[in-house]
């Protein structure tokens, strides 16, 4: 099972909103992730939480800000967005494999729609 | 730095046809995994195949095949008996054995036509 669920699917928004998107994963992956995905654009990643550590790419504004309850859940918060900040954002995670014993994979959800009006 | 590089921005072909799309890739490391993820019009992001650095053998999963050499630097997708279905950007991916980031090519638009 290789599964990574988001909610919503589809999200409309204010500029004055706050709202989060959801990511769950339930296989014991120790990497999670959200990526920002433009049309016709590969994913751009937004943050990582592995090692149990957050990290944060320093060009995301601070109007996003990622949540890590516990290990299977990373949420990531919005307040306060802008019209291009309009996209699919998608979560995805990996087992982090030490050595050749798991294969190392970055395994997607169905994303997130997201658009600010 | 690790880069991936697709040069084939778009590419159509015929339902039942074989196609190669190209990725190139360079790095200084020795392990590594190499990808191709497929995300149709509904826009998951979907994982095709998977090859490790290590392994000589070429990775197949049924229709899809890759044609990994690693002197060169080289990772390139075949998908034969093409179907409706594989309409869709295909993105190649580069990931270091335990490193937490993958990097991604720019993406190749495929096209399958009836």
């Known amino acids: 099972d290789t599964e990574v669920t988001q909610t919503p699917k589809h999200l409309v928004m204010g500029m004055t909103n706050k709202k989060s998107l959801k990511c769950e994963q339930h296989m014991g992956h120790r990497a999670m992730y959200w990526y920002k995905q433009k049309a016709k654009k590969p994913p751009e990643l937004m943050f990582v939480?592995?090692?149990?550590?957050?990290?944060i790419n320093e060009s995301v504004p601070s109007r996003f800000s990622p949540e890590c309850p516990n290990s299977s859940l990373l949420n990531l918060h919005l307040h306060a967005l802008q019209p291009e900040d309009s996209a699919l954002y998608l979560c995805a995670s990996s087992p982090l494999s030490q050595g050749f014993a798991i294969l190392n994979t970055i395994y997607f959800g169905e994303g997130s729609w997201l658009t600010v009006v | 730095a690790q880069t991936v590089t697709q040069s084939q921005p778009e590419m159509s072909v015929q339902e039942a046809e074989t196609v190669t799309l190209s990725c190139t890739y360079d790095t200084s490391e020795n392990n590594y995994y190499l990808f191709w993820y497929k995300q149709p019009p509904s826009r998951q992001m979907i994982l095709v195949i998977r090859q490790e650095a290590y392994k000589q053998q070429n990775a197949t999963e049924n229709r899809f095949s890759v044609n990994f050499q690693k002197a060169a630097k080289s990772f390139s997708l075949k998908i034969s008996d093409s179907q409706l279905g594989d309409t869709a950007m295909y993105f190649c991916?580069?990931?270091?054995?335990?490193?937490?980031?993958?990097?991604f090519g720019k993406g190749t638009r495929l096209h399958i036509l009836p």
């Open positions: 991916a580069f990931m270091k054995q335990q490193d937490d980031k993958i990097i």
């Open positions: 939480y592995s090692y149990e550590k957050l990290s």
